[in-house]
């Protein structure tokens, strides 16, 4: 007799658009609950991850009422988790116990159940986590087969659940297929019941998105309209005499341990080749799919890419995010009683989608980066009052050198001076928005595959997105280009006189001194901090204050003390900035009086001035200079994957200030950045 415990997980990562919400709940999460519930002798665990679970309790009200009798009738176990679904391993301990026991609240509170297992955001484990899993009253956790082939048994060696501890305080956890993962539901039912037949007696448990039952590519058709999963449910009531469906709890209850273990720090296999930086990456998955058509499992079960936490190493903007959320954490839980809405706040900042990326966009999207910077900057308005300028310093990325940290009544700033006194972050508080939010093109593994992927030609049956890349007609591999570091604003470069946009752009300019690395002193004065930064031609001098409630000033002057060079040619400062309004039609610079888009490119001589407005988000910025200067407009696009294929995103607008170098000599200059909300 097989035990089949049949898992699902419904998740929608904090800030998603309601349309996209309302889309999976119509083409995936109401269609498979309705045919569950037809099929009262089937069992299925159901994990709702809590912002869905919010969304569909105001919106969908008639699904929680369903899920609800299923529950009461023994039909579904609701698995539990923690509430915004964050990496527990990457958020501090009092957040992890403290998510996890807000869903168990939440799901009493709607279905009046507490759970006895969780589902593990990504099966990112590690092996400290049992005791704080224990200390939130969780019995059990649901992971990967792949966690116990890393731990030394074979794939048909895990039939059960398994004891693993640390300290001294055990967990159970439950290891579901990757195999099956893969055939459901893209293979047949034959295909199906080849795979059980073989596995022989003991526990099987398929644990894997909802989002596949009608999100992902063709699904929604082949699941539902043709019939997959009609067929499979007959197919399971028509064998019940040898596959028996069952929940994790009943298993637990009839069944003993099938030994200890120790679990190593891993996640699932895809995971491991989407965290290793692209060369890694791409060599990897190249000797993974060797081993793989030469059937050599023996090597496969040794083979180990990278972890969870590689994601912070190789997006220098997820890290960042990170270390400020980590930042939040400190303060609430070093408060006697923080404010409620600042906790929520700051567990809506650890919802893992916008830290990471593989086969769904992720850290790409850009509304996603937006909603962990305004949860986080709100819960800091909570937590804050600020009258007049604030400085801090300090190590806030954990690299052992020190931010710059300048706080006003509306605006705060975040300065790195051993980067070149580049600026990382600038958050306009009445709108919660960070507008430096923006994603830098890096270069990943499955770019080299770009246009072989849009020459195949896709079969008519679903197939899973892990197996079937596609790629947008507007995506092309002549036009990808990366860059070498991360971009941010505030960032200087002395150019020749000869030097123009295009080849500023291209990345491959040699008549330029990029100042990106130079590290820069700082010094706190009123209202900001000055930076002095050592060049080829003289000390150059950037003074950084706040003005009034929400204007930014930043004051050049290069000092040629000691240096006879005379300063001809022309020093550039960039800025990347990204508005939530994208490069929609409702977002567009106004220069001279005329509009342009957002994704603009071009050259603008002799600009004393210019605004940039987001009716979405109803933000303007308003640059204005000293003096006049050359204007250089051009978008940063990134290509990358998503769940439909490979697309472009447009990740924000770089402006590049061209100033003459002996303006900055002989008066100095200033750019006033103002921020207001429309």
Request: aromatic share 10%; with cysteine.
């Amino acid at each position: 007799m097989i035990c089949f415990v049949f898992s699902i997980h419904n998740h929608q990562p904090v800030g998603n658009f309601h349309r996209v919400i309302e889309n999976s709940f119509e083409k995936a999460y109401r269609p498979f609950l309705e045919k569950l519930a037809e099929r009262k002798d089937i069992k299925a665990a159901l994990h709702v991850s809590g912002y869905l679970l919010d969304w569909l309790e105001e919106n969908q009200p008639h699904y929680i009422g369903l899920v609800k009798r299923l529950a009461e009738r023994g039909q579904i176990e609701l698995l539990g988790g923690a509430y915004y679904e964050p990496i527990l391993a990457v958020i501090p301990p009092e957040d992890r116990v403290a998510q996890i026991r807000l869903m168990t609240e939440r799901l009493y509170e709607l279905f009046g159940t507490r759970p006895r297992g969780m589902w593990l955001a990504e099966r990112v484990w590690e092996p400290t986590l049992p005791p704080y899993l224990k200390e939130a009253g969780i019995e059990y956790v649901v992971v990967d087969d792949h966690h116990f082939v890393k731990a030394g048994l074979g794939e048909k060696n895990i039939r059960g659940y398994y004891v693993t501890e640390d300290m001294g305080v055990p967990i159970k956890v439950f290891g579901g297929s990757q195999r099956l993962r893969y055939l459901i539901p893209f293979e047949e039912v034959e295909g199906i019941e080849a795979y059980m037949k073989e596995w022989g007696d003991g526990l099987v448990v398929f644990a894997d998105d909802g989002e596949k039952f009608g999100i992902w590519p063709g699904t929604d058709r082949w699941v539902y309209e043709e019939g997959w999963l009609e067929r499979f449910f007959q197919w399971l009531e028509a064998n019940s005499r040898w596959i028996r469906t069952i929940t994790f709890s009943e298993y637990i209850d009839t069944m003993p341990p099938a030994g200890r273990i120790c679990l190593p720090p891993v996640s699932y296999m895809e995971m491991e080749e989407w965290a290793l930086p692209e060369e890694a990456a791409t060599g990897y998955a190249r000797v993974r799919k060797e081993l793989e058509d030469n059937g050599r499992e023996d090597v496969l079960r040794f083979l180990q890419g990278g972890y969870w936490r590689n994601f912070l190493w190789k997006y220098p903007e997820a890290d960042w995010m990170h270390k400020r959320m980590l930042l939040l954490s400190r303060r609430l839980n070093s408060m006697d009683e923080p404010p409620h809405k600042a906790l929520i706040h700051l567990y809506r900042a650890q919802c893992n989608d916008a830290y990471w990326h593989g086969v769904f966009g992720g850290l790409y999207l850009p509304h996603l980066r937006f909603n962990v910077y305004e949860n986080i900057i709100r819960a800091e308005t909570l937590i804050e009052n600020i009258e007049g300028i604030e400085v801090e310093t300090g190590d806030m990325d954990g690299d052992t050198k020190d931010e710059v940290m300048i706080k006003g009544e509306n605006v705060a700033l975040f300065l790195s001076p051993h980067r070149g006194g580049s600026l990382i972050e600038c958050d306009y508080r009445p709108g919660a928005v960070n507008i430096l939010n923006v994603l830098s093109r890096w270069q990943e593994g499955y770019h080299g595959e770009l246009e072989k992927r849009k020459n195949e030609t896709t079969r008519k049956k679903a197939k899973s997105i892990h197996d079937d890349i596609r790629v947008k007609d507007d995506v092309h591999s002549t036009e990808l280009m990366f860059d070498r570091e991360r971009r941010v604003s505030l960032v200087d470069s002395l150019l020749d006189e000869g030097l123009g946009r295009r080849e500023y752009f291209s990345g491959k300019a040699t008549s330029m001194e990029r100042l990106s690395s130079v590290p820069y002193v700082v010094q706190k004065i009123k209202g900001g901090v000055r930076l002095e930064g050592k060049t080829p031609l003289g000390r150059l001098e950037k003074e950084v204050t706040i003005e009034g409630d929400s204007a930014v000033r930043f004051s050049y002057r290069l000092d040629k003390e000691g240096v006879e060079e005379p300063a001809t040619g022309r020093l550039a400062v960039e800025f990347n900035l990204c508005l939530p309004g994208g490069c929609g039609p409702d977002s567009f610079y106004v220069v001279g009086g005329r509009r342009m888009s957002l994704s603009s490119t071009g050259e603008l001589e002799g600009i004393e001035g210019f605004t940039m407005e987001d009716r979405v988000g109803r933000i303007r910025l308003g640059f204005g200079f000293s003096g006049s200067i050359t204007l250089w407009l051009h978008p940063v696009e990134t290509v990358s994957l998503s769940e439909s294929g490979l697309e472009r995103n447009y990740q924000g607008s770089t402006v590049v200030m061209v100033i003459p170098l002996e303006d900055l000599v002989a008066t100095g200059f200033s750019i006033l950045k103002k921020i207001e909300t429309l």
